[in-house]
Nanobody, 120 residues
Framework: QVQLVESGGGLVQPGGSLRLSCAAS????????MDWYRQVPGKQRELVAA???????NYADSVKGRFTISRDNAKNSVYLQMSSLKPEDTAVYYC??????????????WGKGTLVTVSS
């Protein structure tokens, strides 16, 4: 069973920075895309940033120029560098990947989420 574990969330003041990390378990043959989503209570989960296996990236308009997604294929990891944080960035951030493992075909996997709070 593929597991995704996020870390790096916390409380930060407006204008500050945080770096989220997500590591996938070793039982992966290939990761096709690794993304970050976020969700606030009462709203749908939204895509924040995505990165494919060939390092193509895509960002939500609300975070362009402030957030940077990157990945380390050797470590089955994805990162989200968040800068110039705003209170509206407050949410639970989820790591997602589309991957296949030795025992399972290509599937979607989600982490349990990490809370980011932007407040003074």
């Amino acid at each position: 069973q593929v597991q995704l574990v996020e870390s790096g969330g916390g409380l930060v003041q407006p204008g500050g920075s945080l770096r989220l990390s997500c590591a996938a378990s070793e039982s992966i043959s290939r990761i096709y895309t690794m993304d970050w989503y976020r969700q606030v209570p009462g709203k749908q989960r939204e895509l924040v940033a995505a990165i494919t296996s060939d390092d193509s990236t895509n960002y939500a308009d609300s975070v362009k120029g402030r957030f940077t997604i990157s990945r380390d294929n050797a470590k089955n990891s994805v990162y989200l560098q968040m800068s110039s944080l705003k209170p509206e960035d407050t949410a639970v951030y989820y790591c997602y990947c589309n991957a296949r493992s030795p025992l399972k075909p290509r599937m979607d996997y989600w982490g349990k989420g990490t809370l980011v709070t932007v407040s003074s």
